[in-house]
């Protein structure tokens, strides 16, 4: 039996430890990481072995050569471009026609019973047997579903936290029968999980996954190659560690020479023909490469070092990563998650802060501080974007230095020459930082279109209609006057989609920015008649028929809704009462206390001017709040099922777009009208994706945010309300009447803490658990898992995305049963989190 290594990869997230090797080559316990896996191999008598090459094949090559000193066949397939998982394998079938194969990734560090495995192939007769694993976290790769007797029955690849329905995992270990390659294009790429196995299982074929009990770890990030290089010292995975045992855990190679005055607490390991000298401490999970000089009075703990590296007295290593050939000088300190490329110059007394990547051939001057690249902010943001952008403190997390680095990590997903469109909120802060944005997209070959201080809807519209390839808006956050959002969008106008925010983390993360020759700074306009153009658009695409004369109460809230109300107003012949118009700068967003004290004013403004509603923008005109004729606040939810009815009793036919926590009272709403409902996921861009079809007639998400398609896919305020103008006009009944008739929601929410390693967990509980309900109920995995019964109650369990949490709403025809439901399953994610 032959096996196929694919080693093609460049190690992106790795850099800059891959910025100059490939990635199976980097070192685990002094022995590249392919090495392990051949290694492996080998223990299971596959000595015939096919290596697929693309990024720095040469390197590969001439490392491992034919084989010979391994005791194995090495023979290589080298792809001219990349040509994906597939595609690679299928490049190197001229080798692989006579029998079956194993696959197997040369980067990832395993210690898996391939011949167990071998063996469950062949008794299931399956074509294809995938290698699966329980992980914790299974976000970041491909989550593989299988039936209880263990036939694959979907793939998910990269999966949110809605889409997690298991925690079994794709290894990229294979075993194929030769007849697969058939099904594989020559020449471009291809993927596995992504493209072949679903055309497969469409046609039946045969394909297993064994769930393997061995050691498994996909050294993809510095986290987890920290962590490889650990369980490799502790025993967790079984490998071979050149040395011998000197002590428990103390490995130390034959060559090697440490001074008996040396402190050495285990499990670590001191690579061949280098020197420790007394004094110096090594501490648990320290690796030190070959050909390494530790002086007098070093310290490292959990550190990892490349070969012919030199540590000078007193330097101070702790959680980091020393590149091949570098020196680190005397009284030097580099902390945790730093990277420190090949062949760099740490001089004296110099101080590299956590997680700063030294990319290679670097000089780091003497008395240095160095802390310009910090991954991770200090509220423990697990990725750059959250729920509202990139969010931080002013000058603490979000900095003028970010910004640069997010608008020229930006620039560099982007072609050059294109334009980008700006904008900002009324706040100091967002008007300073705009310029650092600005300032990086020139530099980067960008045009930018800044529409200065505007109401975010109007920075959308622009985004969508000036052949931008995208926007920038920056915010206060709301509630939180010391901190900012800044909002990426697409070429839609809409948020950036998390495929998009994905790549844009990769070039961030990597800080390899790209900066325009001289000849290639590009320009800054502000266009003319941003506002009138988006008024004038407006008040074409919305229907404003029987408005004229009446009367309602507008508050902006201070915001920038109040520079494109009076354009919109004074158009269309309504008698406005309008608070809070000005722009307030120095307090660009509110208090809970403080929304609540307007609201109330807004409410008896209203009911003392006999308006017909209410209505109060929040500070970007994104969101509207809406009070009735009798000054009674209405709640979001309500509020959403009120403007619903409204619509859908005007329409009569088409869709709207929901998000699935939403109450299913807006079922009976649209049924009763002949309007169907079209439910969504609760992504940042799913009501965005789904406005853009034909036949929707409208969007909302519960909290204050509609969509008016026929004017633009994106959340508007300002459209919402003037929309909402017209279809109060035109109806009979007033607000509170249209609430009066409406059912009551019995929707309850609860969240649940849930550790992040737990989650890919719970998730497969929830799923066991939803399959075991009686028949007649329906599980729905649009996002998260819905378990709707027979009488129409139904639960939904979803992982929070930026929080350690598991949120779930219930709804039943009362509240004790909707609480029931709550509370069941509530026990069954906190006996999975435990």
Request: with cysteine.
């Amino acid at each position: 039996m032959k096996a196929v290594v694919m080693a093609g990869g460049e190690g992106t997230r790795l850099r800059p430890m891959t910025a100059n090797q490939p990635k199976p080559l980097l070192p685990v316990v002094n022995r590249p990481i392919m090495e392990h896996v051949l290694r492996l191999l080998k223990r299971h008598s596959i000595t015939e072995t096919v290596v697929t090459l693309q990024f720095l094949a040469a390197l590969v090559r001439n490392y491992f050569g034919d084989g010979d000193e391994l005791g194995m066949s090495l023979q290589y397939a080298t792809e001219d471009v990349p040509l994906g998982t597939a595609g690679s394998v299928k490049n190197a079938a001229a080798r692989l026609r006579d029998d079956r194969f194993l696959v197997i990734s040369g980067d990832a560090l395993t210690d898996i019973d391939l011949s167990d495995m071998v063996r469950f192939h062949r008794e299931n007769s399956a074509l294809v047997t995938i290698g699966l694993k329980r992980v914790p976290n299974p976000l970041e790769f491909g989550i593989v579903i299988v039936d209880e007797g263990n036939r694959v029955q979907r793939f998910l690849e990269k999966p949110t936290w809605g889409q997690v329905f298991s925690d079994t995992v794709n290894t990229g270990i294979y075993i194929m029968e030769p007849e697969v390659l058939d099904a594989v294009a020559s020449g471009e790429p291809v993927d596995w999980s992504a493209d072949v196995f679903p055309t497969l299982l469409e046609r039946g074929a045969p394909i297993f996954g064994y769930v393997a009990e061995g050691y498994w770890e996909d050294v993809g990030t510095h986290d987890s190659y920290l962590k490889a290089q650990a369980d490799a010292l502790s025993g967790r995975v079984a490998v071979d560690i050149g040395g011998f045992e000197v002590s428990p855990g103390v490995w130390v190679a034959e060559s090697a020479s440490v001074d008996p005055d040396a402190v050495l607490k285990g499990p670590l390991l001191v690579g061949a023909y280098s020197k420790v000298e007394g004094g110096a401490e090594l501490r648990e999970y320290t690796v030190l490469g070959n050909n390494t000089v530790v002086r007098e009075g070093a310290f490292l703990h959990r550190a990892v070092v490349h070969d012919n590296v030199y540590l000078g007295p007193g330097s101070h290593l702790r959680g980091c990563v020393i590149g091949k050939s570098t020196d680190v000088m005397a009284g030097a300190r580099i902390e945790e998650n730093a990277v420190i490329g090949d062949e760099c110059v740490i001089e004296p007394e110099a101080y590299v802060s956590s997680g700063v990547k030294v990319y290679p051939f670097k000089t780091i001057e003497a008395g240095a501080v160095v802390n310009t690249s910090v991954i991770w902010e200090s509220r423990g943001q697990r990725s750059l974007f959250g729920p509202r952008g990139v969010s931080g403190l002013v000058n603490v997390e979000i900095t003028p230095e970010l910004c640069v680095r997010l608008a020229s990590a930006y620039a560099t997903t982007l072609k050059k020459g294109e334009h980008v469109v700006t904008s900002r909120d009324s706040s100091l802060a967002a008007r300073a930082l705009k310029r650092a944005v600005i300032g990086a997209l020139n530099a980067s070959a960008i045009n930018v279109l800044d529409l200065e201080a505007a109401p975010l809807p109007v920075a959308r519209f622009h985004t969508a209609r000036e052949s931008a390839a995208g926007g920038i808006a920056l915010r206060t956050t709301a509630g939180d006057p010391q901190s900012i959002d800044i909002v990426i969008m697409d070429d839609r106008g809409a948020d950036l989609p998390p495929a998009a925010q994905r790549k844009l983390e990769r070039v961030f993360s990597r800080q390899e920015f790209r900066r325009a020759f001289p000849g290639e700074i590009a320009e800054l306009r502000f266009p003319a008649r941003a506002v009138e153009d988006y008024a004038y658009e407006l008040l074409r695409c919305v229907d404003m028929t029987g408005i004229r004369d009446m009367k309602v109460v507008v508050d902006c809230a201070g915001g920038t809704s109040a520079l494109v109300l009076p354009t919109l107003l004074g158009r269309v012949g309504v008698d406005v009462l309008t608070v809070n118009a000005r722009l307030d700068d120095i307090s660009p967003t509110e208090t809970f206390a403080e929304r609540r004290r307007d609201l109330q004013r807004l409410s008896e403004l209203v009911s003392s001017s006999r308006a017909a509603f209410g209505v109060r923008f929040d500070p970007v005109g994104e969101r509207i709040a809406l009070v009735d004729e009798m000054g009674q606040l209405i709640g979001e939810e309500r509020a959403l099922l009120v403007v619903l009815d409204l619509i859908a009793a005007e329409r009569r036919t088409g869709r709207v777009a929901l998000p699935v926590t939403t109450t299913r009272v807006a079922e009976q709403v649209c049924r009763f009208h002949g309007v169907q409902v079209r439910w969504t996921s609760t992504a940042v861009d799913a009501l965005t994706s789904a406005a853009v079809d034909e036949d929707m007639i409208f969007a909302g998400d519960g909290r204050g945010g509609f969509v008016v398609p026929e004017f633009g896919p994106a959340i508007d305020g300002v459209a919402a309300f003037m929309r909402l103008l017209g279809l109060v006009a035109r109806t009979r009944l007033s607000l509170s009447q249209i609430d009066a008739r409406i059912p009551e929601a019995k929707l309850l929410k609860r969240t649940v803490p849930t550790p992040w390693a737990a989650k890919g967990a719970v998730m497969r509980s929830v799923i066991e658990a939803a399959e075991a309900e009686p028949d007649g109920c329906r599980v729905d995995t649009t996002d998260g898992v819905r378990v709707a019964a027979a009488d129409g109650s139904w639960v939904l369990i979803l992982p929070a995305a930026t929080e350690p949490v598991t949120d779930l709403w219930a709804e039943a025809a009362d509240v004790d049963t909707a609480q029931s439901l709550l509370e069941h399953w509530a026990r069954v994610v906190e006996e999975a989190a435990s």
